[in-house]
Structures are given as structure tokens and as C-alpha cells.
């Protein structure tokens, strides 16, 4: 399964609702769109009948009305709250249509001078007291009737949805025929609802499904200037004056090859994001991101940052506090009107829990965000190795993964998690970290750096016994797939049949051996070389631990911390297992095929993967594809239906309500949610 690119030469039909009046040609002209199932020329142009340049100028309306996207899906609220890009809040009107011509040029065209507007519903559909749909669906043939004083009315079945207009043109001499042609696409919208249907495949998806599709790791992009006004008012003028500094430190790109070599400074993230026009403004747009859900086959996305991923780990405590206060103030004021379907996660710097706290607390209590977004380690300067004066980058660093020996006690952060019923979200990488340090190549450095980081802090977690004395805390690693936790879980299994304490004590103590038989075999078997050596041998018993005895040995671990898994008194490898798939959920991305895994019931690895899309990123080419590319994995037959329920609904809901019974209240997804987890 393989990512797909734009070049299908498809026309992108598009919805858009209330932009400033443009018509760069008139609209509906025989140049500008190319019809399915017409014939056109070698241009792709259709031929022109007779005295057609004569017609008076064709404009396309389409009816803004409530709508449902799918089957089974809840509707679609109206909001009192202005959307993001409304300046200022305005009534419902007739929407927009834009066309993408195919040569990178829109075509955008709103009916002028409108006086009034008829609509019939067809058999069986239900109207509101203001004319408007309460009952749409795909596939819904509707019959609308429009006036319009300054444009001609035209009728045509649209493409897909099957919806028509009836078209009545006041001019003499006007060709009804002529102007059937060429309305290519009407779809019906509600100005603050689903401006943007594109029946994709993963429309289609979802369209066959009896669940809701819940997306457990979707990003947008911050616009840099609005970021900046958020951060100037966090913390002036100042420090986005340093922010702007760092962001643009280009020292990678200034030196020479010869240079970077010798310092090891590895390559940094270039064209991380994708280039498709539409979906870069959709990754950059709160308001087109949630009128395209429909087009991503998506009821219900948990959006989380881009920008804050690169700094919530900043060394520098300013940058880094400011930076997350800001993005988290941003996002939950962009992305507020469209709650009922998306939720940003707010980003919370680690580096002591103090900070973590603090920002937590003001996401959720303050700002109202239900999802944390932590850094899942902090990469600390080795004391040993500190000298006044130097920088970061110049001292040896460790990672520290914040359960295990960290030198700070994160306990009181995951409680206040559990305080503020919110699940702990990772999401950090390894790149630049050891092994993963290339000067040239951003595939070596990024090539499982995701499930790096995501497989140390999984086992400082269980290990250190944070997930033992947090038993109601869940914990989502994003972005690195399961295939890492399939085997992480095995290890763990496989590791604690041979080193828990009693394991430990009855295999592999030196005290065990048995001298004197050992003495007669090396006689026996070895010869005189070993009869000679038997005393030295036995002083040098353990090749790990050179030149100690036996009791030497055993006397010298009994001093030190002995049981490995001490922290999690589990008493056997399936508790174990259990231990760990009930409190980790992993992020999957729609084209990694080894998610199947997750769902083997053989051996240790039934574990919890969420469907996470990825938008926003350069491993997503067309945002339209990635419900459509996991579903590939039950017509391959690697998963069953059921399992991609679990998959794309079940698993990503579980994940927040468990701590948060609430989660999904006021959300389209809620009574559907509340079913299939009862």
C-alpha cells in the first residue's frame, strides 16, 4: 500500500461559502470546465454550437442547506459562534461554486443581485421551516428551484450526488440544451457546515460503514504570523524577536560539506510538508480542514500540532513555555467553532513536572482542551560531563524517558492527568539522537525514529512502574506504528520469564553451581589444560563479571537494586501482556500494513492501534486518499471488518473515555460512541 499523488487529471470540483464576489471569465463558459460524459477536443475544450459565444453568461447556485454527510451519521450543529475567516459573522446566503479548471487557475462564481430563493423538496426528504434539508445523504436527488434575477437558471443532473437545479432564463433566444451542458456539479451546503464535498473514496468508505471514523492523530500547519500574534501577547515582543532567531539559525546550510563532517551536525527536516494547493490551505485553514472531513471519510479528528513539535523540547525554558502557552491559546480559539468535530491537543513541555503541571492545568481548565500532547522524553546534559558556560550542544547528553531514573518525580503529573481525566498523548521523535545523527540523509535519520522514542518511553512506563501505580492512566504513542510494541511486548514477556527475582534466583545466581560436579566434568571432558586451570577458572567463574567467584558475585547483587521488574508485581508473562495492552494505544498510519499485526491473535502482540491519518504531512500527498488506503487492509484480507471497527472507532474512543466519560459529549460521533463502547 502506497501513497498516491494528485496526477489523475480528475477536476476537482469544489464548495466554498461566501467569499467576496469573483468571476475571472463568465462563468459556466465552454473553456473553463471539462464535463464528464461529454466529448470534448484534443484540448480537453468542448466544441461550441453555433452562435453559443452569443449566450448571456451561465452562473452556477447551489443552495445552502443543513446536511447529514453519511449514513448513520449524527448532523451537522449550527453555531451561534463567528467561524475562523468570518470577518464579520454574516446570515446564511447562497454559497459559491469554484471550479479547478485544471491548469492551476479557479474559476469563482456567485450569483449577483439575488432577490429570493424557492426550494421543493423531493419524496420523502424533510424541510426546516426556513426550506432547508434535515434529512441529506449521498446519493440524495433533490429538485431546487432557484430565482435569479441577473443570471440564468439552468438545469442539470449533477454528477455523483444526483442533485438538479430547474433553470429558467428570461433573455430571448436562449438554448435550454446549451445551458444543460454545462452545469457540471451542484451540491447542497449549509454556509457553516460541509462547504466542500468531494466524493472521494474515502467518502465512499465511510459511506458503506455502520460506525463513525474517529482519526487519532490529524495535524494542521500554524500559520507562522498568527503564531506570531499569539506570541507576542503571551510573552512580548522580546521573545518572538529570539523565537524568529532560532527559527531561522540556517548553520547547516552555511557551512561546508567538510565542515558539517567534522562537526557531526546532522541534516535538518527539509520539504516536510506536502505541496498540493488545496491540501496545504486545508492543513493551514481551520474552517476548509473541517468542511473537507466528508472529503477524508472522517466524523471526528483529534488535531494536533505541527509547529509545537519542533519546541516543545527546546532547551531554552523561555522559548519553550512560550511557545506552548501560545500554540495552545491559538488552537483552541481557531478550532472552538468546530468542536462537534474536531479537538486540537494541547502541547505540554516535560522537562520538570512543575511546567508540565502548570500548562496542563491551563489547557484544560482554562482553555477547555481535552488532549495532552507531551514530549515523551527530555534529552538532559550528563552532570559528570557539565562545565559552566557551555552550551547544550556541546556537553554529552542522555536521554531521560521520564519513568525510569529520571532526576525529577513525574508521579505528581500523571496524577494531575488523572485529575483532569485526560489521556497522556505522545509525541516526539528520536532524530538527531544516537544511531540516527546522518549529515546528508533525512531517510536514515527518520526511518523509525518515531518508534525510538516511543519504544524507550513504553518501557521506562512499565519498567519504573508508573503504569503500576497509575492503573486508570492511558498512554497513546503516536506516529510509530505497533510493530515496534508487537515486539516490545514479547520482549517484555520473554524477559521477565528469565529475570524476574525468582527467575533470577533459581536460574542464574553463581551460588547455584555446583563445584565439585563442574570440577569432575572438566576433568572428565576437558582434560589436563582444564584439571590444571579448574581454580583460576572458578575465580573468573562468569566471563561478564571477570575475576570473581561465585559468592564474590552473588554477595555483590544482593546490594544493589536486583529485580528488574520489581515495579510491576505481575505474576506471569500473560499478566504481563494484559498489563501492557490495557494501558497502550499506538498510532498507526493509513498505509502501514503492519498494523495487521496488532490484531494476530497468536503469540503476545493483541494490542490497541489507532487510525491515525497524518494529514498535514509530507506523507500524505492527497488528505482524500487515507481512510480509503487503510480500508485496503481488509480487502487484502490482512484485517476483518470488525477489527478495522476497532481500528478506526472503537480503539481511538476507548483511548479518551476511559478517563473521560464525557469526551465525545456535544459531538457528532456521541450517541454512536456511546453504543459501541456500552
Same mark, same amino acid.
Given at each position: 500500500m502506497h501513497r498516491?499523488?494528485h496526477?489523475?487529471?480528475?477536476a476537482?470540483?469544489q464548495?466554498g461559502?461566501?467569499v467576496p464576489?469573483?468571476?475571472?471569465r463568465?462563468a459556466?463558459h465552454?473553456h473553463?470546465?471539462?464535463?464528464p460524459?461529454?466529448?470534448?477536443?484534443?484540448s480537453?475544450?468542448?466544441?461550441?454550437?453555433?452562435?453559443a459565444?452569443?449566450h448571456?453568461?451561465l452562473?452556477e447556485?447551489a443552495m445552502?442547506?443543513?446536511t447529514v454527510a453519511a &449514513?448513520?451519521? &449524527?448532523?451537522d450543529q449550527?453555531?451561534?459562534l463567528?467561524l475562523v475567516?468570518?470577518?464579520?459573522p454574516r446570515?446564511r446566503?447562497?454559497?459559491h461554486l469554484?471550479?479547478?479548471?485544471g491548469d492551476g487557475?479557479?474559476?469563482h462564481?456567485?450569483?449577483?443581485?439575488v432577490?429570493?430563493?424557492?426550494?421543493?423538496g423531493?419524496?420523502?426528504? /424533510?424541510?426546516d421551516?426556513?426550506g432547508?434539508?434535515?434529512?441529506f445523504r449521498?446519493?440524495?436527488?433533490?429538485l431546487?428551484?432557484?430565482?435569479?434575477?441577473? &443570471?440564468?437558471?439552468v438545469?442539470?443532473i449533477?454528477c455523483?450526488v444526483?442533485?438538479?437545479t430547474r433553470?429558467?432564463?428570461?433573455?430571448?433566444?436562449?438554448?435550454?440544451?446549451y445551458h444543460?451542458r454545462?452545469?457540471?456539479h451542484v451540491?447542497?451546503?449549509e454556509?457553516?457546515?460541509?462547504?466542500?464535498l468531494?466524493?472521494?473514496?474515502s467518502a465512499?468508505?465511510?459511506?458503506?460503514?455502520d460506525h463513525?471514523?474517529?482519526d487519532g492523530?490529524g495535524?494542521?500547519?500554524e500559520p507562522m504570523?498568527i503564531?506570531?500574534d499569539?506570541?507576542?501577547?503571551?510573552?512580548?515582543?522580546?521573545?518572538?524577536?529570539?523565537?524568529?532567531?532560532?527559527?531561522?539559525d540556517?548553520?547547516?546550510?552555511?557551512?561546508?560539506?567538510?565542515?558539517?563532517?567534522?562537526?557531526?551536525i546532522?541534516?535538518?527536516?527539509w520539504?516536510?510538508?506536502?505541496a498540493?494547493?488545496?491540501?496545504?490551505?486545508t492543513?493551514?485553514?481551520p474552517?476548509?480542514?473541517?468542511e473537507r472531513?466528508d472529503?477524508f471519510?472522517?466524523?471526528?479528528?483529534?488535531l494536533?500540532t505541527s509547529?509545537?513539535l519542533?519546541w516543545v523540547?527546546?532547551?531554552?525554558?523561555?522559548?519553550?513555555r512560550a511557545?506552548?502557552?501560545a500554540?495552545?491559546r491559538?488552537?483552541?480559539?481557531?478550532?472552538?467553532?468546530?468542536?462537534?468535530?474536531i479537538t486540537?491537543a494541547?502541547?505540554?513541555?516535560m522537562?520538570?513536572?512543575?511546567e508540565a503541571?502548570?500548562?496542563?492545568?491551563y489547557? $484544560?481548565?482554562?482553555?477547555g482542551?481535552?488532549?495532552?500532547?507531551?514530549?515523551n522524553?527530555?534529552?538532559?546534559p550528563v552532570?559528570?560531563?557539565m562545565?559552566?558556560g557551555?552550551e547544550?550542544?556541546?556537553v554529552r547528553?542522555?536521554?531521560?524517558s521520564?519513568?525510569?531514573?529520571?532526576?525529577?518525580?513525574y508521579d505528581?503529573f500523571w496524577?494531575?492527568?488523572?485529575d483532569?481525566k485526560?489521556?497522556v498523548t505522545?509525541?516526539s521523535?528520536?532524530?538527531g /539522537?544516537?544511531w540516527?545523527?546522518s549529515?546528508?540523509?533525512?531517510?536514515y535519520n527518520h526511518?523509525?525514529h518515531?518508534?525510538?522514542?516511543?519504544?524507550?518511553?513504553?518501557?521506562a512506563?512499565?519498567?519504573?512502574?508508573v503504569?503500576h501505580r497509575?492503573?486508570?492512566l492511558?498512554f497513546?504513542?503516536?506516529e510509530?506504528?505497533v510493530g515496534?510494541?508487537?515486539?516490545?511486548v514479547?520482549?517484555l514477556?520473554g524477559?521477565w520469564?528469565r529475570?524476574?527475582?525468582?527467575a533470577?534466583?533459581?536460574q542464574t545466581?553463581?551460588t547455584?553451581?555446583?563445584?565439585q560436579?563442574?570440577k569432575e566434568?572438566f576433568r572428565e571432558?576437558g582434560?589436563? $589444560?582444564?584439571?590444571? =586451570?579448574?581454580?583460576?577458572i572458578?575465580?573468573?567463574i562468569?566471563?561478564?563479571?571477570?575475576?570473581?567467584t561465585?559468592?564474590?558475585?552473588?554477595?555483590?547483587?544482593?546490594?544493589q537494586?536486583?529485580d528488574?521488574f520489581?515495579?510491576?508485581p505481575?505474576r506471569?508473562?500473560e499478566?504481563l501482556?494484559?498489563?501492557? &495492552?490495557e494501558?497502550?494505544?499506538f498510532?498507526c498510519?493509513?498505509?502501514?500494513?503492519i498494523?495487521?499485526?496488532?490484531f494476530?491473535r497468536?503469540g503476545n502482540h493483541?494490542?490497541?492501534?489507532?487510525?491515525?491519518s497524518d494529514?498535514g504531512?509530507?506523507d500524505?500527498?492527497d488528505?482524500?486518499e $487515507?481512510l480509503?488506503?487503510?480500508?485496503?487492509?481488509?480487502?487484502?484480507?490482512?484485517?476483518t471488518e470488525?477489527?478495522?471497527?476497532?481500528?478506526?472507532?472503537?480503539n481511538?474512543?476507548?483511548?479518551?473515555t /476511559?478517563l473521560n466519560?464525557?469526551f465525545f =459529549?456535544g459531538?457528532?460521533?456521541?450517541s454512536?460512541?456511546a453504543?459501541?463502547?456500552k
Amino acid at each position: 500500500m502506497h501513497r498516491r499523488g494528485h496526477g489523475d487529471g480528475e477536476a476537482k470540483r469544489q464548495l466554498g461559502a461566501d467569499v467576496p464576489d469573483v468571476v475571472h471569465r463568465p462563468a459556466g463558459h465552454p473553456h473553463d470546465v471539462v464535463l464528464p460524459g461529454l466529448q470534448h477536443d484534443a484540448s480537453g475544450q468542448l466544441p461550441l454550437e453555433p452562435a453559443a459565444e452569443h449566450h448571456p453568461p451561465l452562473v452556477e447556485v447551489a443552495m445552502p442547506v443543513r446536511t447529514v454527510a453519511a &449514513a448513520g451519521r &449524527a448532523r451537522d450543529q449550527r453555531h451561534e459562534l463567528p467561524l475562523v475567516g468570518d470577518d464579520p459573522p454574516r446570515p446564511r446566503r447562497l454559497a459559491h461554486l469554484r471550479h479547478d479548471v485544471g491548469d492551476g487557475r479557479v474559476e469563482h462564481v456567485r450569483p449577483r443581485g439575488v432577490r429570493g430563493v424557492r426550494r421543493r423538496g423531493a419524496l420523502g426528504e /424533510t424541510l426546516d421551516h426556513d426550506g432547508h434539508s434535515t434529512s441529506f445523504r449521498p446519493g440524495f436527488s433533490g429538485l431546487v428551484d432557484v430565482v435569479c434575477p441577473t &443570471a440564468p437558471l439552468v438545469e442539470s443532473i449533477a454528477c455523483g450526488v444526483g442533485w438538479r437545479t430547474r433553470a429558467r432564463h428570461a433573455g430571448p433566444g436562449t438554448d435550454r440544451e446549451y445551458h444543460r451542458r454545462q452545469v457540471t456539479h451542484v451540491v447542497p451546503v449549509e454556509e457553516h457546515t460541509m462547504a466542500y464535498l468531494k466524493h472521494s473514496k474515502s467518502a465512499a468508505v465511510r459511506a458503506r460503514l455502520d460506525h463513525p471514523v474517529v482519526d487519532g492523530d490529524g495535524h494542521w500547519l500554524e500559520p507562522m504570523p498568527i503564531f506570531l500574534d499569539y506570541l507576542r501577547d503571551v510573552a512580548g515582543p522580546a521573545v518572538v524577536e529570539t523565537f524568529i532567531k532560532k527559527a531561522t539559525d540556517t548553520t547547516w546550510y552555511d557551512i561546508t560539506p567538510e565542515e558539517r563532517l567534522r562537526r557531526r551536525i546532522h541534516r535538518p527536516t527539509w520539504w516536510g510538508e506536502p505541496a498540493g494547493t488545496l491540501d496545504r490551505a486545508t492543513a493551514m485553514v481551520p474552517r476548509l480542514f473541517y468542511e473537507r472531513l466528508d472529503d477524508f471519510g472522517i466524523d471526528f479528528c483529534v488535531l494536533y500540532t505541527s509547529l509545537g513539535l519542533f519546541w516543545v523540547s527546546n532547551p531554552d525554558e523561555e522559548i519553550r513555555r512560550a511557545v506552548s502557552r501560545a500554540v495552545n491559546r491559538m488552537n483552541a480559539e481557531m478550532f472552538k467553532p468546530y468542536a462537534h468535530r474536531i479537538t486540537p491537543a494541547a502541547v505540554v513541555p516535560m522537562h520538570t513536572p512543575d511546567e508540565a503541571i502548570e500548562e496542563a492545568t491551563y489547557a $484544560v481548565r482554562e482553555l477547555g482542551l481535552k488532549v495532552l500532547m507531551i514530549a515523551n522524553h527530555v534529552r538532559r546534559p550528563v552532570p559528570a560531563f557539565m562545565r559552566e558556560g557551555a552550551e547544550p550542544n556541546q556537553v554529552r547528553l542522555y536521554m531521560d524517558s521520564l519513568g525510569l531514573e529520571s532526576p525529577y518525580d513525574y508521579d505528581p503529573f500523571w496524577q494531575r492527568c488523572i485529575d483532569l481525566k485526560v489521556a497522556v498523548t505522545a509525541h516526539s521523535g528520536s532524530m538527531g /539522537t544516537q544511531w540516527r545523527e546522518s549529515v546528508w540523509s533525512f531517510t536514515y535519520n527518520h526511518i523509525g525514529h518515531f518508534a525510538n522514542a516511543s519504544h524507550a518511553f513504553a518501557r521506562a512506563l512499565i519498567l519504573g512502574g508508573v503504569t503500576h501505580r497509575f492503573p486508570q492512566l492511558r498512554f497513546a504513542m503516536l506516529e510509530g506504528g505497533v510493530g515496534w510494541a508487537c515486539n516490545l511486548v514479547t520482549d517484555l514477556v520473554g524477559h521477565w520469564e528469565r529475570r524476574h527475582r525468582e527467575a533470577m534466583e533459581s536460574q542464574t545466581r553463581p551460588t547455584n553451581l555446583d563445584l565439585q560436579q563442574l570440577k569432575e566434568l572438566f576433568r572428565e571432558y576437558g582434560g589436563r $589444560v582444564y584439571e590444571e =586451570k579448574t581454580d583460576e577458572i572458578f575465580r573468573s567463574i562468569n566471563l561478564a563479571e571477570a575475576f570473581k567467584t561465585p559468592e564474590e558475585l552473588t554477595e555483590r547483587a544482593y546490594r544493589q537494586p536486583f529485580d528488574d521488574f520489581g515495579a510491576v508485581p505481575v505474576r506471569s508473562g500473560e499478566e504481563l501482556r494484559q498489563h501492557f &495492552a490495557e494501558r497502550f494505544f499506538f498510532g498507526c498510519e493509513a498505509d502501514d500494513p503492519i498494523t495487521a499485526w496488532a490484531f494476530d491473535r497468536h503469540g503476545n502482540h493483541r494490542l490497541r492501534p489507532i487510525f491515525s491519518s497524518d494529514v498535514g504531512h509530507f506523507d500524505v500527498p492527497d488528505m482524500s486518499e $487515507v481512510l480509503e488506503e487503510a480500508w485496503e487492509m481488509v480487502e487484502h484480507g490482512l484485517i476483518t471488518e470488525d477489527n478495522f471497527r476497532e481500528f478506526v472507532c472503537e480503539n481511538p474512543a476507548r483511548l479518551h473515555t /476511559t478517563l473521560n466519560p464525557d469526551f465525545f =459529549k456535544g459531538t457528532v460521533v456521541e450517541s454512536a460512541v456511546a453504543k459501541l463502547l456500552k
